[in-house]
């Protein structure tokens, strides 16, 4: 392996020491400081008689969760990628600096780049911190405007928990969303229990250390089981600017939404414009509506469509935050975007959080998180803690607008939590399977579709099995993929099933198109179809299933 010469050993060092330092997001002295909490006895056990003090009304604080990445995704944008851009920027200089220094004296075989991987030696081979062969990284949005609806609010009403798998590549978005009524406290004891949005302001301003951060994080960690060994926040306004700056975003809106948001955190343009009305609201809010389809926006259009909640739900808008941090996600490490114009998105991205973010990230994880990137599905597994995770039930409507944990030992959570990452291709697809057992026979109890339908998966994906009459001279297995390309890890899951029980020459899977003129069911719509024939040695020619 070539190794990395002194110069550039120097240079990184001196770009280490400067990495080292994080911008503060807030003013501690100019900000609010919540009442201190007192315990007492609660249904769940001991409650705080007061929350952390905000200087407005609760209902006005909407925040704007940031982005994910690869690697460490920061709400509504990619922190890790923020990173990685202000890294490789930094790196240009300075290996530009060393080249000319160096002038060819290392020879034409020496290898001068030390953000390339292929450069590293075993004395030098940074590495991600993990436990138990994941790496998670935390990452909070906080509205610190000086103006409009968010003034002065230390609330963190995006959190999102990134969770990345190094056996699979596989990364979990996890948010929580701002109502989860959650245990905290200045110690590991959590003694008291309040609205999860609030636990870093109770950290900031009422624990000895003052350190929000150090709060949340024990809150989260206690909720996944999941160790955090990286943390980053963002502010609210860097997100707009980040996504100007890269030229919009391209967001896929799953369907039609129309939702209110505040009239006074618009700009005096959109102001003038704005359809208003002030109905079963706490004053006056501007209606937007989005249509179903690929939308681009600006950064404020983003940030509307991200934070709207009033005729929907806080639930909602933690899918619609990830909804933009995927279109982030695509404009910065998207397949079909030049190199080029990655590396020049990801400047963009640094520039624009650039006094908008807090991290605490050193070269060396800079520089892992560079290699980790060529290997990390940038697909991520989408989770909302939501009254439907895990098939309902572990979370639970409380008093007033509190949503609470069904087990606060979380062992349930965790137990979903594992089972998501086990069935990680069928969870990301969320797909819907219409199997049909043309066999003669009911089906096998060791067939991949039933359980499919069992309650661990109902909550994800919808899969309807049904057996009809055997069809003459068909044998083997077929896997018909409706979705246009969209489903493949669940028709390579089902692929991999069958193979498993009939064997891999009895399987196929067949791409639908205008050639085949196979289309799904009118019934059921699905996005896979599946048609189960007696198996025979040579599988003959493909055949649809039709609903009833």
């Known amino acids: 392996m070539k190794k990395i010469s002194l110069t550039e050993k120097r240079a990184a060092a001196q770009v280490n020491?400067?990495?080292?330092?994080?911008?503060?997001?807030?003013?501690?002295?100019?900000?609010?400081?919540?009442?201190?909490?007192?315990?007492?006895?609660?249904?769940n056990g001991p409650v705080p008689t007061t929350t952390p003090k905000r200087p407005i009304k609760e209902e006005q604080s909407k925040k704007k969760g940031s982005i994910v990445g690869k690697l460490i995704v920061i709400i509504g944008v990619l922190l890790l990628l923020a990173v990685l851009g202000y890294g490789a920027y930094k790196f240009r200089s300075i290996t530009a600096n060393n080249d000319s220094n160096s002038s060819g004296a290392q020879g034409a075989d020496a290898c001068t780049n030390i953000l390339d991987p292929n450069c590293w030696t075993q004395a030098f081979k940074p590495e991600l911190l993990k436990e138990d062969g994941k790496t998670n990284a935390l990452v909070l949005g906080i509205d610190s405007r000086a103006s409009g609806g968010g003034s002065g609010l230390m609330n963190t009403d995006t959190i999102i928990l990134l969770t990345l798998d190094h056996a699979t590549g596989n990364v979990r978005m996890l948010s929580f969303p701002r109502d989860l009524y959650a245990p905290y406290g200045c110690d590991d004891k959590m003694p008291y229990k309040t609205k999860i949005n609030a636990i870093y302001a109770y950290g900031k301003f009422n624990c000895s250390d003052k350190d929000g951060m150090r709060a949340i994080k024990a809150t989260i960690e206690k909720i996944s089981g999941e160790k955090i060994q990286y943390t980053g926040i963002v502010k609210l306004d860097?997100?707009?600017?980040?996504?100007?700056?890269?030229?919009?975003?391209?967001?896929?809106?799953?369907?039609?939404?129309?939702?209110?948001?505040?009239?006074?955190?618009?700009?005096?343009?959109?102001?003038?414009?704005?359809?208003?009305?002030?109905?079963?609201?706490?004053?006056?809010?501007?209606?937007?509506?989005?249509?179903?389809?690929v939308t681009n926006m600006d950064g404020q259009t983003?940030?509307?469509?991200?934070?709207?909640?009033?005729?929907?739900?806080?639930?909602?808008?933690?899918?619609?935050?990830?909804?933009?941090v995927d279109a982030m996600k695509n404009k910065i490490v998207g397949d079909e975007t030049p190199t080029a114009e990655k590396a020049a998105n990801l400047l963009k991205l640094y520039q624009g959080l650039q006094g908008n973010i807090e991290?605490?990230?050193?070269?060396?994880?800079?520089?892992?998180?560079?290699?980790?990137?060529?290997?990390?599905?940038?697909?991520?597994?989408?989770?909302?803690?939501?009254?439907?995770?895990?098939?309902g039930g572990l979370i639970t409507n409380g008093t007033g607008s509190n949503y609470n944990f069904r087990d606060y030992s979380f062992k349930e959570v965790h137990t979903v939590l594992d089972f998501i990452t086990s069935n990680?291709?069928?969870?990301?697809?969320?797909?819907?399977?219409?199997?049909?057992?043309?066999?003669?026979?009911?089906?096998p109890t060791d067939n991949p579709i039933t359980p499919l339908t069992k309650k661990e998966y109902k909550w994800f994906m919808e899969v309807v099995s049904d057996?009809?009459?055997?069809?003459?001279?068909?044998?083997g297995v077929e896997i018909i993929d409706y979705s246009g390309g969209k489903k493949t890890s669940t028709?390579?899951?089902?692929?991999v099933k069958f193979a498993e029980k009939y064997g891999e020459e009895n399987v196929k899977v067949i791409i639908a198109d205008e050639a085949n003129a196979l289309k799904p069911s009118t019934q059921y719509k699905e996005d896979v179809g599946v048609a189960v024939y007696p198996v025979a040695a040579t599988p003959a020619a493909s055949a649809t299933p039709k609903a009833n």
């Open 424 to 443: 990680a291709d069928l969870f990301r697809d969320k797909a819907k399977i219409y199997a049909v057992n043309y066999t003669g026979a009911a089906w």
């Open 359 to 391: 991290f605490a990230l050193d070269l060396p994880t800079i520089l892992a998180g560079l290699a980790e990137l060529q290997s990390v599905n940038a697909n991520p597994l989408k989770v909302v803690m939501d009254p439907t995770f895990g098939g």
């Open 238 to 293: 860097g997100v707009v600017q980040a996504i100007d700056a890269m030229g919009g975003i391209a967001v896929d809106i799953p369907k039609d939404h129309t939702d209110v948001y505040p009239y006074v955190e618009l700009p005096a343009e959109q102001q003038k414009t704005c359809k208003a009305t002030s109905k079963g609201l706490p004053g006056k809010y501007c209606i937007f509506e989005f249509k179903k389809g």
């Open 467 to 475: 057996t009809k009459p055997k069809v003459a001279e068909k044998f």
């Open 491 to 495: 028709t390579e899951w089902l692929k």
């Open 17 to 43: 020491g400067q990495m080292n330092t994080a911008a503060p997001v807030a003013n501690p002295s100019t900000a609010p400081r919540p009442a201190t909490n007192m315990p007492i006895k609660g249904a």
């Open 302 to 324: 983003a940030l509307i469509y991200s934070r709207m909640r009033y005729w929907s739900s806080d639930f909602d808008r933690a899918r619609r935050q990830q909804e933009v």
